[in-house]
């Protein structure tokens, strides 16, 4: 192991935990679930044994490599199996190395295909193992390798495994794991490794004319609704305007016309709810984040309806209410409007960074468009910033694994001071430890929540501030995620105590005492 390197006394008691037996461990971000994972791999290659670490993207990848490589500066074959490598180089890598660390989609190709055999391998490490669940790859694999081998062991790794014990069983079942070993932030022997982290939640109050902007769409999206609804093929119901709502009026109406249902109000039913589909994702805009941002996505309906793309955004452009909705909006920007939260946002960087000049800041935000916007914003207050994507697509623009992983460089030797990042900053990256997080918006997921916070509180104190529109979405998903979180926590301990064969009043329980503490 490398010769500056002390393990924690928690890292020493999990890798105790987890040594002998196929174990899903949740640990926060930020407190060396990979460094745990490289102690159980040195007594492995120790041995002479092959260690497989699967991560889900390329630059967790070669994060993982380097970390393998520091804390253990002996092993010389360690190698790294990704698409990119061309599959007669795979197989030789598999044949002449004791770690790979590999992509999992390429990994079960090539055991479909019978250019690896799972069973040459003493310990499967899985990475973001919350991601064990459904047709994802790692389910594929873990399968395969359990089956396959007589004596598998398997390692998940996780800082969140979800809120729903459905799906905490679901990944351990998955895994093949027979035992869960995990820690919160306030634990005993993990306490004093970390700092305090300040949650707050800012509220600010949607003003009059952005308002009237969301009272227009509102009004068209009943309209939609309404009309659907009265065609007979969709349920009327106290929630028939929200996003869940409408997705599965989606999938029941795709489901009548695969089955070869013809009517023509199907179609204009199909029609409606695609419309109000997007009519709904033009009123969390507004509510949620600016109108600037609205006003790029009107425009890319526009576009879509004149390139003859759908027929719902071509139907849409022609409705009033959303016709007055786009031309207030135009007209408030045009007079200097903006949500009251980039206001804020402003006022609570540029504190930071009066406060503190060296100071490193994340802010994360769900849309794309949101965030190139923040960055010109907080680049124009003498901010400097950049904007942290996920990969492009044909539909939308973004950035390489390559480009990712070279903008986490810039922002670790402090070539700029904010990190504008979509739910990408969130898994797994190394990205460095931050002085302010904030939650541009609330997020309804535990997974992201408890991700999103560990970026900041791990070598000094941190804060997190996440905004608030009152009286909107807003305040629904900001205590959703609350109880998703307190769930999730519940869950572990019950979970742990059905493997242990115990009764969870047994297990003596963690501390816990606020959102910070995973």
């Known amino acids: 192991m490398k010769d500056d390197f002390t393990p924690r006394t928690y890292q020493r008691t999990l890798m105790k935990e987890v040594r002998d037996r196929s174990s899903l461990l949740v640990l926060p971000t930020g407190l060396g679930k990979t460094i745990i994972a490289a102690m159980l791999i040195d007594e492995v290659v120790e041995k002479d044994q092959t260690v497989l670490f699967v991560a889900p993207t390329?630059?967790?990848?070669?994060?993982?490599?380097?970390?393998?490589?520091?804390?253990?500066?002996?092993?010389?074959?360690?190698t790294r199996v990704s698409g990119s490598v061309s599959?007669?180089?795979?197989?030789?890598?598999?044949?002449?190395n004791n770690v790979i660390v590999a992509t999992p989609q390429t990994v079960r190709n090539d055991v479909e295909?019978?250019?690896?055999?799972?069973?040459?391998?003493?310990?499967?490490?899985?990475?973001?193992?919350?991601?064990?669940?459904?047709?994802?790859?790692?389910?594929?694999?873990t399968r395969a390798y359990n089956e396959r081998r007589d004596d598998p062991q398997v390692l998940g790794l996780t800082a969140s495994p979800g809120s729903e014990k459905a799906k905490i069983r679901e990944i351990i079942e998955n895994l093949g794991a027979d035992y869960l070993a995990y820690r919160t932030r306030d634990d005993d022997d993990v306490?004093?490794?970390?700092?305090?982290?300040?949650?707050?939640?800012?509220?600010?109050?949607?003003?009059?004319?952005?308002?009237?902007?969301?009272?227009?769409?509102?009004?068209?999206?009943?309209?939609?609704?309404?009309?659907?609804?009265?065609?007979?093929?969709?349920?009327?119901?106290?929630s028939k305007y929200s996003r869940k709502t409408l997705l599965s009026y989606m999938q029941s109406l795709q489901k009548k016309l695969d089955n070869d249902e013809k009517h023509p109000r199907?179609?204009?039913?199909?029609?409606?709810?695609?419309q109000a589909l997007k009519v709904q994702h033009a009123v969390t805009l507004i509510e949620s984040q600016g109108l600037q941002p609205l006003l790029e996505y009107i425009e890319s309906l526009e576009e879509e309806a004149e390139s003859g793309e759908t027929k719902a955004a071509q139907k849409l452009m022609e409705d009033g209410y959303f016709q007055a909705a786009s031309r207030l909006a135009k007209n408030l920007v045009d007079n200097g409007f903006e949500h009251p939260k980039m206001d804020r946002l402003r006022d609570i960087v540029n504190d930071q960074v009066d406060a503190s000049p060296d100071s490193?800041?994340?802010?994360?935000?769900?849309?794309?468009?949101?965030?190139?916007?923040?960055?010109?914003?907080?680049?124009?207050e003498g901010v400097p910033s950049k904007t942290f994507l996920g990969q492009a697509s044909k539909k939308r623009s973004g950035l390489s694994q390559g480009e990712q992983s070279a903008l986490l460089d810039e922002f670790r030797s402090e070539d700029f001071t904010c990190l504008v990042s979509t739910s990408v900053g969130e898994e797994g990256l190394d990205i460095p430890d931050v002085d302010l997080v904030v939650f541009y918006e609330p997020v309804?997921?535990?997974?992201?929540?408890?991700?999103?916070?560990?970026?900041?509180?791990?070598?000094?104190?941190?804060?997190v501030i996440t905004l608030i529109t009152k009286d909107t979405r807003d305040e629904g998903?900001?205590?959703?995620?609350?109880?998703?979180?307190?769930?999730?926590?519940?869950?572990?301990?019950?979970?742990q105590a059905e493997l242990l064969g115990e009764d969870a009043h047994d297990v003596e329980p963690s501390p816990q005492k606020n959102l910070g503490e995973f």
């Open 266 to 274: 199907l179609f204009q039913s199909l029609s409606l709810v695609a």
């Open 477 to 495: 998903i900001r205590w959703a995620a609350h109880h998703r979180e307190k769930s999730m926590r519940q869950a572990l301990k019950d979970i």
């Open 444 to 463: 309804a997921s535990a997974i992201r929540s408890v991700q999103r916070r560990g970026r900041t509180g791990r070598h000094s104190e941190g804060e």
């Open 87 to 96: 599959p007669e180089h795979r197989i030789t890598r598999y044949q002449d």
């Open 58 to 78: 390329k630059p967790l990848l070669e994060q993982h490599v380097d970390t393998i490589r520091d804390f253990i500066p002996r092993l010389e074959n360690v």
């Open 360 to 380: 490193k800041i994340i802010v994360f935000t769900q849309f794309r468009d949101s965030a190139h916007w923040i960055t010109d914003v907080l680049n124009d």
């Open 113 to 141: 295909e019978r250019r690896f055999d799972p069973s040459t391998v003493s310990l499967l490490i899985v990475d973001e193992a919350h991601r064990a669940t459904g047709d994802y790859a790692y389910t594929a694999l």
């Open 191 to 238: 306490k004093e490794f970390t700092h305090e982290t300040t949650i707050d939640f800012q509220e600010v109050e949607l003003q009059p004319g952005p308002k009237d902007v969301r009272t227009f769409l509102k009004s068209c999206l009943e309209d939609k609704v309404d009309e659907a609804t009265n065609l007979g093929y969709v349920k009327d119901n106290k």
